[in-house]
């Protein structure tokens, strides 16, 4: 059996989840220019509250989804007011601290209340693999896929066909401009880093399916999602999406197949996001999908 | 007795861990997530070759100190091409890359089993067991290291790395050799958290990844900022302040999976307090937006 199609697939899948996740790392750079180390935190506590409402207080499935929507939300407004708005203005070193430490906070708190080990949301029959050809698929695989294409193709058309998306895109191109014909900063602000959160958030839960959640999920999904955003390119959202989809190919390539005879060992996996974002900021630090346009 | 002798142990570990970093982050401005790093290479190379090949501590400080000095040179490197936040997740990466070494190079680091039984140094004919000579020893190279980065504090050297930090282009119009200052510090710094590392490794004797993850760069990095970053001596209180801060969680009756997260709680919470009062003052704002 020829190994390719389920590498091909696998990376499909990872792709999904960190697309999900790094939209919103990528959206609110653009448009605040700051490197928020919490984006994987605000995942991971989407994905337990969310196994908080669903398993541990039984609510069903789309009363579990609602809540835990209305909390990302909330956790969105309270995080960006208290831990970067204040902040945004001053020397880019503030909001790097102040994120590290939001990070922190969110890691304690979950530990404390839920535990470090690992939880997982059982998906019952959803998890059963189904075999189309040689490709071995589970439906929740299919729905990550699925879901990914459509919120990502719903972001598109908000931000490509709409007034709000114009807006979004007038003030990360020119701040100055756009904020002297009226667009408001932290208006925007707030709706972008809700939908970043609330993206991440049903990415978590995402995981929680399909493989499972720990407090320390959210700095390995914030570096993942960095090295996305580095791929295509801080702040572009497109280069993002395509570096996360690039970044799945990668992990799941490297490991699966044989350099002739030898196959590099799987706990390496995680480690290829970090080197990549090595190589590709020191050889390309504008990402692969941007003209240089940051001074630095 | 017992309990403040490791205390006092403790405390001057990240006095040298704390100040060293001080050197590139305070001085330098450089926001450099790679320290803890650093001090992890320091750590497992006086665990490796004091275990797996018994050698003695006056020669496993030193190529503790040396190897992690040579990484710094891989930083200084990502450190020439990156400036501000770029430099931030470069360092980040860097530091990642090390710890996914640790842990799944097993055949050398035995991944997150971790290496157990590091033994104590022995020099001079001291029994380094009894902790209150291992706190003199620590102690001893405590004096070393503030004796040799307070004459960097005070040095030219020092004014040049700050004047880099505060406008790389003027310095270099001055003749500052950006590129050498930047190396130099990162070089003193990691010598120093090379250091701090070995002196951890053989007072714990028994190291893992776990003790060198994110949450202990945030705690540096606390230090630093509380102390006020380019500060020798708010830096050195902060760091005894901070060590000992949630040592009376000790005696409430708490189970010990809750003490580290409350732990790691009050230290963010500390942080981030920090940053929200001396905002505007903390970094000299260096941002034209």
Same mark, same amino acid.
């Given at each position: 059996?020829?190994?390719?199609?389920?590498?091909?697939?696998?990376?499909?899948?990872?792709?999904?989840?960190?697309?999900?996740?790094?939209?919103?790392?990528?959206?609110?750079?653009?448009?605040?220019?700051?490197?928020?180390?919490?984006?994987?935190?605000?995942?991971?506590?989407?994905?337990?509250?969310?196994? !908080?409402?669903?398993?541990?207080?039984?609510?069903?499935?789309?009363?579990?989804?609602?809540?835990?929507?209305?909390?990302?939300?909330? !956790?969105?407004?309270?995080?960006?007011?208290?831990?970067?708005?204040?902040?945004?203005?001053?020397s880019f070193m503030l909001?790097l601290v102040?994120?590290?430490?939001?990070?922190?906070?969110?890691?304690?708190?979950?530990?404390?209340?839920?535990?470090?080990?690992?939880?997982?949301?059982?998906? +019952?029959?959803?998890?059963?693999?189904?075999?189309?050809?040689?490709?071995?698929?589970? *439906?929740?695989?299919?729905?990550?896929?699925?879901?990914?294409?459509?919120?990502?193709?719903?972001?598109?058309?908000?931000?490509?066909?709409?007034?709000? +998306?114009?807006?979004?895109?007038?003030?990360?191109?020119?701040?100055?401009?756009?904020?002297?014909?009226?667009?408001?900063?932290?208006?925007?602000?707030?709706?972008?880093?809700?939908?970043?959160?609330?993206?991440?958030?049903?990415?978590?839960?995402?995981?929680?399916?399909?493989?499972?959640?720990? *407090?320390?999920?959210?700095?390995?999904?914030?570096?993942?999602?960095?090295?996305?955003?580095?791929?295509?390119?801080?702040?572009?959202?497109?280069?993002?999406?395509? +570096?996360?989809?690039?970044?799945?190919?990668?992990?799941?390539?490297?490991?699966?197949?044989?350099?002739?005879?030898?196959?590099?060992?799987?706990?390496?996996?995680?480690?290829?996001?970090?080197?990549?974002?090595?190589?590709?900021? !020191?050889?390309?630090?504008?990402?692969?999908?941007?003209?240089?346009?940051?001074?630095? | 007795?017992? %309990?403040?002798?490791?205390?006092?142990?403790?405390?001057?570990?990240y006095l040298i861990l704390a100040q060293s970093f001080n050197v590139t982050f305070g001085l330098g401005g450089l926001f450099n997530l790679a320290h803890v790093?650093v001090y992890?290479?320091?750590?497992?190379?006086?665990?490796?070759?004091?275990?797996?090949?018994? %050698?003695?501590?006056?020669?496993?400080?030193?190529?503790?100190?040396?190897?992690s000095a040579?990484?710094a040179l891989?930083i200084g490197?990502i450190s020439l091409?990156l400036s501000h936040d770029?430099f931030a997740?470069?360092s980040?990466?860097?530091?990642?890359?090390?710890?996914?070494?640790?842990?799944?190079?097993?055949?050398?680091?035995?991944?997150?089993?971790?290496?157990?039984?590091?033994?104590?140094?022995?020099?001079?004919?001291?029994?380094?067991?009894?902790?209150?000579?291992?706190?003199?020893?620590?102690?001893?190279?405590?004096?070393?290291t503030y004796v040799v980065l307070w004459l960097v504090f005070q040095s030219s050297f020092s004014r040049r790395l700050r004047a880099q930090a505060e406008h790389p282009h003027a310095a270099q119009?001055l003749g500052i050799d950006i590129k050498r200052v930047r190396n130099e510090s990162f070089m003193i710094s990691s010598l120093f958290a090379g250091l701090a590392?070995?002196?951890?490794?053989?007072?714990?004797?028994?190291?893992?990844?776990?003790?060198?993850?994110?949450?202990?760069m945030?705690?540096v990095l606390s230090i630093a900022i509380v102390g006020r970053p380019g500060s020798f001596w708010g830096v050195t209180f902060a760091a005894?302040?901070?060590?000992?801060?949630?040592?009376?969680?000790?005696?409430?009756?708490?189970?010990?999976?809750?003490?580290?997260?409350?732990?790691?709680?009050?230290?963010?919470?500390?942080?981030?307090?920090v940053v929200?009062?001396k905002?505007?003052t903390l970094f000299p704002s260096q941002?034209?937006?």
């Open positions: 059996m020829d190994i390719l199609p389920q590498l091909l697939v696998n990376a499909l899948i990872s792709g999904s989840i960190y697309a999900l996740a790094s939209s919103g790392l990528s959206l609110t750079y653009g448009l605040l220019r700051i490197l928020n180390f919490a984006h994987g935190h605000l995942m991971m506590v989407g994905a337990y509250f969310f196994f !908080l409402v669903s398993v541990q207080l039984g609510f069903g499935l789309v009363a579990s989804g609602l809540l835990t929507a209305l909390f990302a939300f909330v !956790l969105a407004a309270l995080t960006l007011r208290v831990f970067i708005l204040p902040f945004s203005r001053l909001t102040t994120t590290l430490a939001l990070s922190n906070i969110l890691e304690a708190l979950v530990s404390m209340i839920f535990g470090v080990n690992v939880k997982s949301l059982s998906a +019952g029959a959803a998890a059963q693999s189904i075999a189309i050809y040689d490709v071995y698929i589970t *439906p929740i695989q299919m729905l990550i896929i699925g879901s990914a294409l459509v919120l990502l193709g719903g972001l598109a058309y908000l931000i490509h066909h709409t007034a709000l +998306g114009r807006r979004i895109r007038a003030l990360s191109e020119n701040p100055h401009a756009a904020e002297s014909l009226g667009v408001s900063r932290s208006v925007m602000s707030y709706i972008v880093y809700a939908i970043g959160t609330l993206l991440a958030a049903y990415a978590g839960i995402l995981v929680g399916y399909e493989t499972n959640m720990q *407090p320390t999920m959210g700095s390995a999904y914030t570096i993942k999602a960095f090295a996305a955003m580095i791929l295509g390119g801080l702040g572009n959202i497109w280069g993002t999406i395509a +570096g996360s989809f690039i970044l799945g190919l990668v992990e799941n390539l490297s490991i699966g197949l044989d350099f002739g005879g030898y196959s590099i060992p799987a706990g390496y996996k995680d480690a290829f996001a970090f080197v990549i974002i090595l190589v590709v900021l !020191l050889f390309r630090p504008q990402g692969l999908f941007t003209a240089r346009r940051r001074e630095t | 007795m017992e %309990y403040l002798i490791h205390l006092a142990i403790l405390v001057g570990i790093a992890a290479i320091g750590a497992y190379t006086t665990a490796l070759l004091s275990t797996e090949y018994s %050698y003695g501590p006056l020669f496993c400080i030193p190529a503790s100190m040396l190897l040579l990484f891989l490197a091409k770029y997740i470069g980040l990466a860097f530091s990642a890359v090390v710890t996914a070494v640790l842990i799944n190079w097993k055949s050398l680091t035995r991944g997150v089993l971790g290496i157990p039984g590091i033994p104590r140094p022995d020099f001079l004919g001291v029994d380094y067991y009894d902790n209150a000579n291992f706190l003199l020893l620590v102690g001893v190279l405590v004096v070393v119009s590392g070995s002196l951890f490794a053989y007072y714990i004797n028994y190291i893992d990844p776990s003790s060198f993850g994110l949450h202990e945030v705690f005894v302040f901070l060590v000992l801060l949630p040592e009376p969680l000790r005696f409430i009756e708490i189970s010990p999976a809750v003490l580290g997260p409350m732990r790691q709680l009050l230290y963010a919470l500390i942080l981030f307090a929200w009062w905002r505007e941002r034209v937006v």
